[in-house]
Structures are given as structure tokens and as C-alpha cells.
């Protein structure tokens, strides 16, 4: 359904999964606010999932930038007991659909580092596009200054990253389904490039870690290692 000012009792829990969720994925999200989770609520400007018994379930926000001229679903998150059983497809599909009905005339995009993620998009006619398509408000990208993964956007000098960037632009759009067929037929090269494309964003900051192991070792030190080498770790061993 959509949020509304009777919602708000449920803000500070939102906000507590969106940030446990992160850290458990290893990756990072525009932290927000408690008070600006409920803004959007009152506003009528996000989607709120209970279950039967009133149990809360999942949410999103509909965020614009420059100027109306672009509009972003963030903040989609799924109480842990219900991931998995296709309520972030729900939410994803009805904040879409509010999204078009306030701004009509909006570009619609997101930033997503997940094929699942990528595949809902794909059924809602999104497109992959490059991330110079996408919103050059200065405001949005400051706020991936909370992402683990910032020093790679800006060594890219905001050209790139670990996300893939995806667009539904309404003067310009392929049908849902020609988008769906499109992903359904290339999941598998997708999921390759999107490896291919993190061991290559990675490793700069790979051989960074070596050389300063190097110097700790040659001076005595011993500092610990960066966050990009536990990320390698884990995208490559596991």
C-alpha cells in the first residue's frame, strides 16, 4: 500500500534493516534518516508491505533529482523473515507504478549491484545504460559517500562502479517484455560481466594492498588490511 502519516510509528525500523542490511551484504546505501523516511510518508511518496496481522514486511521511497527530471525507487527493503517469497517483486512493480503516475514525465533509474535486482527491473522495462544517462545532480551522488565502494566511483570520476546502472525513460523505452526476454536470454553473460567488471574495478586498489604490505613489512609494521582485500576474498573464493 501506499505510506502514509500513520505509518511513521515504523521509520526507525526501517531504517535500522536498511543499515543491517548493508553491513551484511558488505555493501553500502544513501543512509536516511528516520525523520526523512517519514517525510516521504507523508508526502504519499513511498510503499509500505504488512502482513495480515499488521506485522511490518517491507517499504521504498520514491527520491527526485534535478529538478523532477529524474526520479529514483531507493531504499527497497524486505524484513528478513520475508525475502525470498517475491514481495520486493510487489514493491518494486507498485512503486514503479506510483512513480509513473506522480512524474509522468520522469526518467526512472537505479543503481543495483544484484541480478535479482536487475531482473525485477528488467520486467518493469529498465534498461542497462551508462551512468553518464543518468542524473548528474551532485546532491544523489553525495550520497553514495556512504557506500564502501565510493573511492572506486571517484577514482572512475563517477563514469563507473561496482553497480550497474538501469533507466526507463517514458519518451523512450523498449516494451517490458522485450526487456525481460532481453535479460531471461543473457543472465548468464550478465552475470559473467558483472565479475569480469568488479576484478577490473578491484584491481587497482588490489595492488594498492599489496605495495603497502610490502612497505609495512620492509618497516616493521604490520597494518591491517583494506576493505578491497576481503571484498577480493570473498567475490573470488566463494
Request: proline share 3%; hydrophobic share 35%.
Amino acid at each position: 500500500m501506499i505510506a502514509d502519516a500513520t505509518h511513521q510509528d515504523f521509520a526507525q525500523i526501517i531504517c535500522d534493516e536498511m543499515e543491517s542490511s548493508a553491513k551484511a551484504r558488505g555493501t553500502g546505501i544513501a543512509k536516511r534518516s528516520p525523520d526523512y523516511v517519514k517525510e516521504k510518508m507523508r508526502e504519499g511518496k513511498a510503499v509500505i508491505a504488512f502482513t495480515e496481522d499488521g506485522i511490518w514486511a517491507g517499504f521504498c521511497y520514491i527520491e527526485t533529482w534535478s529538478h523532477g527530471e529524474y526520479v529514483a525507487n531507493s531504499g527497497l527493503i524486505v524484513s528478513p523473515v520475508f525475502r525470498k517469497s517475491g514481495l520486493a517483486k510487489q514493491i518494486k512493480k507498485k512503486i514503479f507504478e506510483l512513480s509513473r503516475k506522480t512524474y509522468p514525465e520522469s526518467k526512472i533509474f537505479g543503481l543495483t549491484t544484484g541480478l535479482a535486482v536487475m531482473k525485477i527491473n528488467s520486467e518493469l522495462g529498465y534498461e542497462p545504460v551508462t551512468y553518464s544517462e543518468l542524473t548528474q545532480d551532485e546532491n544523489f551522488w553525495a550520497g553514495c559517500k556512504s557506500c564502501v565502494n565510493y573511492e572506486i566511483l571517484m577514482s572512475k570520476e563517477r563514469k563507473n562502479c561496482m553497480c550497474t546502472a538501469m533507466l526507463y525513460d517514458p519518451k523512450d523505452h523498449y516494451e517490458p517484455e522485450e526487456t525481460k526476454d532481453y535479460f531471461i536470454k543473457n543472465a548468464k553473460g550478465l552475470e559473467r560481466l558483472q565479475r569480469f567488471k568488479q576484478w577490473k574495478l578491484l584491481r587497482p586498489f588490489i595492488k594498492k594492498d599489496k605495495n603497502d604490505d610490502k612497505d609495512n613489512k620492509g618497516s616493521g609494521g604490520a597494518k591491517p588490511k583494506s576493505f578491497f582485500h576481503h571484498l577480493f576474498q570473498f567475490l573470488f573464493h566463494f
